[in-house]
Structures are given as structure tokens and as C-alpha cells.
């Protein structure tokens, strides 16, 4: 602190003792008359305080003032610089020695708490700058963010940042550039020191450990003491390591999710797969063990093949309709919808004759209304089994379309066994079902999620909503601002990320 005073002060401070001298000795030897143990002492105590308040040469300037001035108007003989008294020496050595002794230990104690204070101030940037480095989750977002986060923490001019994983250097300014990428790299090689300097830029090597090696940073020197620089490595290579082991646990988490999915999926396969097989293969063997079977059994067998046949197609056709939708293949041809022909033609070869009176409420008209009428016929086709193998027969289900705002929402509701509330959450997951209905309804589990992912490309969405045992209501809509220049190449690429997890049906 002291060593950045300015000249100006340093000589109004010499000035100011000077002139606070020569008042003492104005009063005591013209205005109070003390004995010489009360001069002294006022003056020691002018020292300590010099000594308390400024540094150690402005106390000691002080000692040797006092001194002279104490010899000369108030030890005889007044007026030079000579001690009649041999007892005086004794005296003017202890005042001076005491006021050197208390200038040192009161220029120490400062300095301890100048450095106390510097340090203290080295803690709050170094936690400000692990604060800021901490909540990067990514390391490509932290080798680019780093340098300018040092820049601005600590006031450099410029920084630069070697990473050894990717062979790449980040800069605080990409229009000052502070050492290059080569020279950067070979420091990297050639200098194992935690801190090195060359040409006023410091050089920090990044690692974790010995020999684990992350990177090197480069920086204007700042005046930081090297013990300052290393931490700002230290914290540099804790935050990138943190990252990248954040990376890691959330690639490690996707391919366990995956690998459950894919169990799940073959579980869900062979299973479904595997019931229609057993049915056809023991109807065509009864057929062909028994050629003279009776005709109305016959039939029967010849229904149970067709029936489960018609059952494999559909589960092969929903296997490969989800596999184009992972695979980002789905495009949308998007045309001038006509919503009651939509909802009439799918229920008519959805439900067909079965036992299901369907509702049909609609709040025409429906003016500009665009979409993939193919898509959106799949949508309503699987609400609509669902709705069906949900709900007994003779159960009604109703189909509403309305537009609200700048919407499209078709609703389709059943009267069925509905929907656990634990299960709500995940019916639009892949290969979820509800465990109330894995073994009382055929289903892959892919249907709602299929749906899902086709609203998804229609920058649409589909909700559910159901209570146990008072039926199920799916809503799905699509914005009316899609018109026939919307990209026909839209792609299931923006399909919610959520929907590679698990699905239902």
C-alpha cells in the first residue's frame, strides 16, 4: 500500500512531522513549562503514533527528530547538541530504541495485515471465478467460455487456452491474439513447470495429478504472485475434468437407457410376436392333421389364421412406422385438411362394425386448416383402438374437433377402465404399458408414442387425461399457422428428446 504513495504525499508527510515537531517545542518551551520525563514522553508518544499510522522510515524520521530537538532546547547546556550528564546518554538511547522497536513491530503488523487483506482478496476472486467455471456442464462450452471468464475476473488483457483433448485454443479476444496455437502447444510440450514466464506472458499447465495433462493456459502478466496463478490452473482443471466427467456419466446414462430399451423392446417383440405365431401354427397344423374336420370348425381355424395374421402385419407396421420416426426419415406433405372427412373415413376403417357407437361432435367450419392428412389419420387411428381396446363393448366413444385461438384440437374420449395415475406420466413413453393392462389388452406400447412424434413434426402436441375406472380423454392439435409453403422436408429431428425413452400404447 505504502509503495504506491506519491511523491507529493511522501513530502507533505515528512513536512507534516516536521512541522508538528516544531509546535511541541513551541509549547513546551514557551506555553507549558514540564519536566524533561513529560517532554519525552509526549514525544514518544508522537512517535508511536507516526509509527501506528504511517511506515517504519517516516517513525524512525520521527525518532531522530525528536531526538535532536530534545538534546537541543531541553537537556543542558541548551542550544547544541552535547550531553553535560553522562546519565542522559542512557536516556536518549532508550527513547530512540524504543521508538525504532515500536516503528518496526507496528510496519510489520501492518504488512501482515496488508497481506492478510491480499489474500483475502485472492480467495473472493479465485471463489468468484470457480463459481462462474462451475456452471459449465459441457467442455467445449468451458474451453470456449474460460478465457474470457479469467479476462474479466482478474482484469487481464488477454488469455488463451490450450486444450490438449481436442488439440484446439480458445482466446478471451479472438482479435488479440496472445500467443498462437503452435506456440502454445509446443510450451504445452516443453515446460512441465505448474508456472512458467516468458516475454511477460504467463504460462500454467493444466493437469489433474502428475501426468494427466488437460491443457495450458496462457495470460498478460497481471502482477498475480505465482502461488495465485497456480490456483487459477488448479480451478481451471477441476471444472474441465468436471465437465468431461459429466459427459461421460450422461453418455454412460443414455447407453444404459438405450440397452433397456432394446430389452424391453425384445421382451415386448417376442412377446407379441410370438402369441399370433403360437395361434397360427397350431390352427394350420389342426388343418393339416385333420383333413376331414368339420366345416364350421374349419372356419374357425381359418379366422384364428387371418385374425393373427391381420394382428402380425399391425405389429410389424407399427414396429417399422416407430423405426422411421427414430431413424429422422418422416417427412410431411401438407395439404388442405378436411377435418369431418378425416374423422369419418378413419372411424369407419378403424371401429368398422364394431360394437362402439362413436359420437361425432365437430364446431364448423374449419376454414385454412393444413396438414399431412396421412399423419394425422395414424394419430386418430390408434386413439381410437386404443379407445376400442379400452373400453367394453357397447361403451360409447366421442370425437371432438374445435378451434380455440390459432389451434386445431380434435379430442377423442371413451368410457373405458382408464388410466392408473401413477401410469399418466409415461403412456407416451416407448414400450410403457400400464401394469394393470400388460396382461389384459395386445398392445407393442408404440402407438401413443408414434402419435406423439408425429405431432412433434407438426410443431403440434397430444395430451391425456383419465381417472381410473371413468374412461380416458387424448387430445392432439396442430397450429393453423402451417400452410402449404411449410417445408415438406421437416423431419422427425425435432422430435422431443424425451421421446427416446419408453412408450405406450
Request: net charge neutral.
Amino acid at each position: 500500500m505504502e509503495k504506491d504513495t506519491s511523491r507529493a504525499t511522501v513530502f507533505f508527510r515528512y513536512a507534516l512531522l516536521t512541522a508538528i515537531a516544531g509546535v511541541l517545542v513551541f509549547v513546551f518551551k514557551l506555553l507549558v513549562h514540564v519536566n524533561q520525563t513529560m517532554i519525552a514522553f509526549a514525544f514518544l508518544i508522537t512517535v508511536l503514533l507516526t509509527a501506528y499510522r504511517w511506515r517504519l522510515a517516516y517513525s524512525v524520521y520521527a525518532s531522530v527528530l525528536f531526538t535532536l530537538l530534545f538534546n537541543i532546547f531541553f537537556l543542558p547546556p541548551l542550544g547544541r547538541v552535547t550531553i553535560a550528564d553522562p546519565q542522559n546518554w542512557v536516556a536518549l538511547a532508550g527513547f530512540l530504541c524504543t521508538s525504532v522497536l515500536v516503528s518496526h513491530l507496528s510496519d510489520r503488523e501492518r504488512r501482515h495485515a496488508e497481506m492478510s487483506e491480499a489474500r483475502r482478496r485472492d480467495v473472493d476472486l479465485l471463489y468468484k471465478l470457480s463459481q462462474k467455471l462451475l456452471v459449465q456442464d459441457e467442455v467445449k462450452e468451458l474451453a470456449r467460455s474460460t478465457p474470457s471468464i479469467l479476462a474479466s475476473v482478474f482484469g487481464f488483457q488477454a488469455v488463451a487456452l490450450y486444450v490438449h483433448a481436442t488439440d484446439a485454443t480458445f482466446y478471451s479476444d479472438p482479435n488479440q491474439i496472445l500467443v498462437s496455437s503452435a506456440k502454445l502447444k509446443s510450451a504445452q510440450a516443453d515446460n512441465e513447470d505448474a508456472v512458467s514466464s516468458r516475454d511477460g506472458i504467463k504460462f500454467i499447465q493444466l493437469r489433474l495429478g502428475m501426468r494427466h495433462i488437460l491443457g495450458r493456459l496462457a495470460i498478460t502478466d497481471g502482477g498475480q504472485t505465482p502461488e495465485m496463478y497456480e490456483a487459477m490452473g488448479s480451478l481451471v482443471s477441476v471444472a474441465m475434468e468436471r465437465a468431461a466427467a459429466l459427459e461421460r456419466t450422461s453418455r454412460l446414462e443414455a447407453a444404459r437407457e438405450s440397452e433397456r430399451l432394446r430389452s424391453a423392446l425384445v421382451d415386448s417383440v417376442t412377446h407379441d410376436l410370438r402369441t399370433p405365431l403360437t395361434a397360427i401354427r397350431a390352427a394350420a397344423t389342426t388343418l393339416q392333421n385333420q383333413p376331414s374336420i368339420a366345416e364350421a370348425e374349419r372356419n374357425d381355424l381359418i379366422a384364428v389364421v387371418e385374425e393373427e395374421s391381420a394382428r402380425l402385419d399391425r405389429l410389424i407396421g407399427q414396429a417399422i412406422e416407430m423405426a422411421t420416426l427414430d431413424s429422422q426419415s418422416l417427412r410431411l406433405e401438407l395439404r388442405p385438411l378436411n377435418v369431418r372427412e378425416l374423422i369419418e373415413l378413419t372411424v369407419e376403417r378403424t371401429l368398422g362394425t364394431q360394437k362402439h357407437p362413436v359420437e361425432i361432435q365437430l364446431s364448423e367450419p374449419f376454414p385454412g386448416v393444413y396438414a399431412d392428412r396421412n399423419l394425422l389419420e395414424r394419430v386418430l387411428r390408434h386413439l381410437l383402438e386404443n379407445a376400442s381396446a379400452y373400453s367394453k363393448p357397447g361403451d360409447p366413444i366421442t370425437i371432438s374437433a374445435r378451434i380455440e385461438g390459432d389451434r386445431l384440437f380434435i379430442t377423442v374420449a371413451d368410457r373405458g377402465r382408464g388410466i392408473d395415475q401413477e401410469d399418466l406420466p409415461f403412456v407416451f413413453d416407448k414400450y410403457f404399458r400400464g401394469k394393470g393392462h400388460k396382461n389384459r389388452t395386445k398392445g407393442t406400447g408404440m402407438g401413443l408414442a408414434i402419435a406423439r412424434a408425429i405431432m412433434k413434426i407438426h410443431q403440434g402436441g397430444i395430451t391425456a387425461e383419465s381417472r381410473s375406472g371413468e374412461g380416458s380423454q387424448f387430445a392432439f392439435w396442430i397450429p393453423l399457422s402451417l400452410t402449404s409453403t411449410y417445408p415438406s422436408s421437416a423431419t422427425a429431428r425435432d422430435e422431443d428428446p424425451l421421446m427416446h425413452r419408453s412408450a405406450a400404447t
